[in-house]
């Protein structure tokens, strides 16, 4: 046993097999994948054929079944892994980056302005937090992504907006 696989010595077949929890592969399967999902296991594909790790015609065969894809399941069925094994694309450093810089924003305009006015200049730093947030999390599907990013650039005014005041007091002090 390990984690949610359990493998043993199948007698009938004489070979050692690995049987998951369907449950959470299921669930793995169903996920739907973005283009930037495809774009990264086209690319790898591409490497591989440039290694020779591949045929040409073997990934002719493979780059229009990852193109058809819609879920992981049937991305992982396009390149003949198990769908527990499947990565797909990672976070971009730059929306990392977007996210920062919406913070700062935030923070900027909270110490620059006084009372409501503050929440109106907070508005391009929150669109950049909700854009980096929705970025961020390409495993979910649209709605839950959109809420996500919008709940989350609305709590941050919270943090940022303590941090500005702060910054806003020590200046005035001066």
């Known amino acids: 046993m390990r984690a949610q696989q359990m493998s043993y010595f199948d007698r009938n077949t004489c070979e050692p097999t690995v049987v998951e929890d369907a449950r959470r592969a299921a669930a793995i399967a169903q996920r739907l994948i973005t283009e930037r999902d495809k774009e990264h296991v086209l690319a790898t594909i591409a490497a591989q054929v440039a290694a020779g790790q ?3 015609d073997e990934m002719a065969d493979v780059t ?3 193109q058809a894809a819609r879920t992981r399941g049937e991305l992982a069925d396009a390149l003949k892994i198990r769908v527990t094994d499947l990565k797909v694309a990672p976070p ?7 996210l920062a810089t919406a913070f700062v924003l935030m923070v900027v305009a909270t110490s620059a302005a006084e009372g409501g006015r503050s929440f109106l200049m907070m508005l391009p730093g929150l669109l950049l937090m909700a854009t980096a947030v929705y970025r ?3 495993h979910l599907e649209r709605g839950p992504r959109v809420v996500l990013a919008v709940l989350t650039a609305l709590v941050a005014i919270c943090p940022a907006g303590v941090l500005g005041g702060a910054i806003q007091v020590e200046i005035l002090h001066r």
Do not use: F
């Not at 971009?92 to 977007?98: H, K, M, P, Y």
């Open 92 to 98: 971009r450093s730059g929306d990392l980056w977007l």
């Open 64 to 66: 229009v079944a990852v």
């Open 136 to 138: 961020l999390n390409p």
């Open 54 to 56: 591949m045929a040409p």
